[in-house]
């Protein structure tokens, strides 16, 4: 079994900054991806940051130049590192990991953490 634990959402004004952590637990074999999706009020869960094994990480353009996505593979630990906060960055932040697990290594699967709240007050 897979678990992935989430922590450091909260509330911060307009400008503030938070920093995101999410560890993947279980008997993992091999991460390919980790990443951070989001889903407001009413609106579709959307990425917002990925980062590949050996890859370059990848931005929504909403974000970029103001969250940083960084990855310690040795802790299969994924952050998130957003400044410059808006209003609109505001709602539920879900960990993302695409890995194998060790009683199947050549079988990825998405694995999904319970979600984060983040609200960017006015």
């Known amino acids: 079994q897979v678990q992935l634990v989430e922590s450091g959402g909260g509330l911060v004004q307009a400008g503030g900054s938070l920093r995101l952590s999410c560890a993947a637990s279980g008997s993992i074999f091999s991460i390919n991806r980790m990443g951070w999706y989001r889903q407001a009020p009413g609106k579709q869960r959307e990425l917002v940051a990925a980062?590949?094994?050996?890859?370059?990480?990848n931005y929504a353009n909403s974000v970029k130049g103001r969250f940083t996505i960084s990855r310690d593979n040795a802790k299969n630990t994924v952050y998130l590192q957003m400044d410059s906060l808006k209003p609109e960055d505001t709602g539920v932040y879900y960990c993302?990991?695409?890995?194998?697990?060790?009683?199947?290594?050549?079988?990825?699967?998405?694995?999904w953490g319970q979600g984060t709240q983040v609200t960017v007050s006015s």
């Open positions: 980062l590949t094994s050996g890859g370059s990480p």
């Open positions: 993302n990991a695409l890995l194998a697990m060790a009683s199947g290594p050549t079988t990825t699967r998405n694995y």
